[in-house]
């Protein structure tokens, strides 16, 4: 039996996550019961009669932070209910950026609970005692931490053995890792008067894989050299590289 992904999650909007539990490859995911996803929401864990959650900053300014005592109820029962001693991980964008070697890393942990912020966020000694990890999916401010964490989610359910299926692990299997994907096509042949690459229609599978690669790798270079920085290109690779670019008219 693969091992499932557990993930608690803490947040005051846990209906969004519907979101990944009501669609697609997540949903498949969780139907087959290798993400299992549970919410707490800090507004349970509150005493008083307006069920408060959010607080005023020290040194005043604007905005409100999120109140201390249920948001930490909230962490430590998403922390005993998640179980096998999760890794907690607080979404902001003072996180370390997400990419997919993030992704890779994060998939070593079998078990999370992910501290979606709201308001201008959380008291920083929060952070020193009750977050493991800071992550961020980009340099720009949203309204919380929930489309952050589904962000997390999906990419790494998609790690998870079982969840996509031949065909899906068969078109990241020919994914280079580390590279941008190559263009694809569907009918109809000619689109706008625009007709689909010959190699596609050829049915020399061996030949459209090198195209494909081929294109992965002239995207890359025209688009986000940085990336073939860190790459270590295989004789092909490099060769198809090196023929892209000695086509590539500027
Ligand atoms: C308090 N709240 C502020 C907004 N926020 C983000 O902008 C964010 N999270 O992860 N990557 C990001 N970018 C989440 C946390």
């Given at each position: 039996?693969?091992q499932?992904?557990q993930?608690?999650v803490?947040?005051l909007f846990?209906?969004?996550?519907?979101?990944i539990?009501?669609?697609?490859?997540t949903r498949?995911?969780?139907?087959?019961?290798?993400?299992?996803?549970?919410?707490?929401?800090?507004?349970?864990?509150t005493?008083d009669?307006?069920?408060?959650?959010?607080?005023?900053?020290y040194?005043?300014g604007?905005g409100?932070?999120?109140m201390v005592?249920?948001?930490r109820?909230?962490?430590?029962?998403?922390?005993?209910?998640?179980?096998?001693?999760?890794?907690?991980?607080?979404l902001?964008?003072q996180?370390?950026?997400?990419?997919?070697?993030?992704?890779q890393y994060l998939?070593?942990?079998?078990?999370?609970?992910?501290?979606?912020?709201r308001?201008e966020?959380i008291?920083e000694?929060?952070?020193?005692?009750?977050i493991?990890?800071e992550?961020?999916?980009?340099?720009?401010v949203?309204?919380g931490?929930?489309?952050?964490?589904?962000?997390m989610?999906?990419a790494l359910a998609?790690q998870?053995?079982?969840v996509?299926?031949?065909q899906?692990?068969?078109?990241?299997d020919?994914f280079?890792?580390?590279?941008?994907d190559?263009?694809?096509?569907?009918?109809?042949?000619?689109?706008?008067g625009?007709k689909?690459p010959?190699?596609?229609?050829s049915?020399?599978?061996?030949?459209i894989?090198q195209?494909?690669?081929?294109?992965?790798l002239?995207?890359?270079?025209l688009?986000?050299?940085e990336?073939?920085?860190?790459?270590?290109l295989?004789?092909?690779?490099?060769?198809?590289?090196?023929?892209f670019?000695a086509?590539?008219?500027?």
């Open positions: 039996m693969a499932a992904l993930v608690g803490v947040s846990p209906d969004m996550f519907q979101a539990t009501e669609y697609g490859v498949r995911a969780v139907e087959q019961q290798l993400l299992q996803l549970h919410t707490w929401n800090p507004r349970d864990f005493h009669k307006h069920r408060t959650v959010d607080d005023r900053p040194g005043g604007p409100m932070l999120m005592e249920p948001l109820a909230a962490i430590a029962a998403a922390k005993e209910g998640v179980g096998d001693n999760p890794r907690v991980i607080y902001s964008p996180g370390k950026k997400l990419d997919q070697q993030g992704v998939s070593q942990f079998s078990s999370l609970v992910l501290v979606a912020g308001y966020g008291d000694r929060v952070i020193e005692a009750d493991d990890e992550w961020s999916i980009g340099d720009f949203l309204s931490g929930e489309l952050p964490a589904m962000v989610i999906d998609r998870v053995p079982g996509l299926g031949h899906d692990s068969a078109a990241e020919s280079v890792a580390g590279l941008l190559c263009p694809h096509y569907t009918r109809p042949e000619t689109l706008d625009k689909v010959s190699v596609l229609l049915g020399n599978h061996d030949k894989r195209w494909r690669l081929q294109q992965a002239g995207r890359t270079w688009r986000r050299p990336l073939l920085t860190d790459l270590a295989t004789d092909e690779q490099q060769r198809l590289l090196d023929e670019k086509n590539y008219q500027l």
